[in-house]
């Protein structure tokens, strides 16, 4: 199940959970991970620690503590903000192209054309005509701060700086 609501109204919620025939992960309200091959049991903290170490990402690992410091978000704000910018700055790719564009901003048309038609289901366009089958998947860039560095961060009242 994929769950994205942002507009009925309820109490805050951040359920994030990954949840697969081999086992599941959640992040909130409380994080944790189990796994099949471990008894369907919760993996203790040094596991988890050792987990998370093991799968960091790499902008995590670059530029993590800078951004949790920031904040917004545990930091994932100011990481994405920084790897937009960084990567316009420096002729990288982003984390999406075209494609995606055009996908994501179907969703609000495409519900309401479900909705004022008793909530059927409705086709999303394939915007790529089938290219999606053979495109390469975009690679996740790594950033080096000393191309985009981040002046004064403190001072700024924790903006971002990129001049």
């Known amino acids: 199940m994929v769950q994205h609501d942002t507009s009925t109204p309820r109490a805050y919620s951040r359920i994030h959970l990954v949840q ?3 086992g599941m992960a959640r992040k909130w309200p409380r994080k944790g991970i189990t796994l099949h091959a471990k008894g369907h049991r919760w993996l203790d903290d040094e596991e988890m620690a050792e987990m998370e170490t093991r799968y960091q990402h790499p902008l995590t690992r ?7 410091k920031v ?13 937009l910018v960084y990567c316009l700055k420096n002729g990288l790719p982003l984390d999406q192209d075209v494609y995606d564009a055009a996908a994501w901003s179907a969703v609000v048309p495409l519900s309401c054309e479900s909705v004022a038609s008793r909530s059927t289901s409705v086709e999303v366009p394939d915007f790529t005509r089938g290219a999606w089958e053979t495109n390469r998947p975009l ?14 961060l403190a001072e700024a009242g924790a903006q971002l700086d990129v001049r």
């Not at 670059?62 to 949790?68: L, S, V």
């Not at 904040?71 to 790897?83: N, S, W």
């Open 71 to 83: 904040g917004g978000h545990g930091g994932m704000d100011f990481i994405m903000d920084y790897r």
């Open 139 to 152: 690679e996740i860039v790594d950033v080096d701060p000393s191309l985009l560095p981040l002046r004064a």
């Open 62 to 68: 670059t530029i993590g503590d800078i951004a949790r």
């Open 20 to 22: 697969g025939s081999l």
